[in-house]
């Protein structure tokens, strides 16, 4: 009878340091699940901060970009009107030029007109220069727009990527969870089915094995998306 009480114990006991080795380990691991998801919501909430900010500024480029393409289009206009005028004046300079008028006044005209033209002129050269810088100047923003959409997708990736392990570790840690219940009430129940049927077959009436507190469970962790 001893013997079988002493046996009963071990066996209880067995069952006890396996549930407090499960709890440990549960611990553990839940401890570790914990670093690892605030890690990753840290860096979620910071790629946010970042691709809110690389949006902020193509907007500000895309902007800049529609400013210029709108002043090109006028000083493209302009120049239009400056070579109208060259080919007027120039048309003009040679219908003088087949008269070969020897009047003061029509050498005066024909003067003011030739430096009527070579302003033109070099209006059109200054235009043709302001044209040239504005469209680098654009060609480089079109490029710096693109370069930070690519940048704006790479960080939209990584936020996808860390949401998925955000929600992957979610599950994993409810299955835990699970687990973790089922183990409990397996083994308690177990040890409560060996101490009930040790103690009708052998009427042990003074041995009393109590039943291990169940532990809490413990809280599933909710992550909320920044």
């Not at 440990?24 to 670093?35: I, K, N």
């Not at 840290?42 to 949006?55: D, G, I, K, T």
């Not at 050498?107 to 043709?128: C, N, P, T, Y």
Request: proline content about 2%; charged content about 35%.
């Amino acid at each position: 009878m001893s013997e079988d009480v002493e046996s009963l114990k071990k066996t209880v006991q067995g069952l006890l340091a396996k549930l407090r080795e499960a709890e440990q380990r549960h611990q553990s691991d839940r401890v570790a699940f914990e670093v690892t998801l605030s890690r990753y919501q840290r860096e979620a909430e910071q790629s946010n901060v970042a691709l809110q900010r690389e949006e902020d500024r193509v907007e500000q480029k895309a902007a800049e970009i529609g400013e210029l393409q709108s002043r090109l289009l006028g000083m493209e206009a302009e120049h239009q009107a400056l070579l109208v005028k060259v080919r007027e004046g120039d048309m003009a300079l040679e219908e003088l030029r087949i008269k070969n008028a020897d009047c003061q006044a029509e050498r005066e005209k024909s003067a003011s007109l030739e430096k009527e033209v070579a302003g033109f002129r070099e209006k059109i050269h200054h235009l043709d220069d302001m044209l040239k810088s504005q469209q680098r100047k654009v060609r480089q923003m079109i490029e710096q727009l693109q370069n930070s959409k690519a940048v704006i997708q790479s960080k939209d990736a990584t936020i996808q990527e860390l949401k998925e392990k955000i929600a992957y570790l979610e599950a994993e840690n409810l299955e835990m969870h699970d687990r973790m219940e089922h183990l409990i009430e397996k083994q308690v129940s177990h040890g409560n089915f060996s101490t009930q049927t040790r103690a009708k077959t052998e009427n042990l009436g003074s041995v009393r094995i109590s039943k291990p507190p169940s532990p809490k469970p413990l809280p599933l962790i909710r992550v909320v998306e920044t």
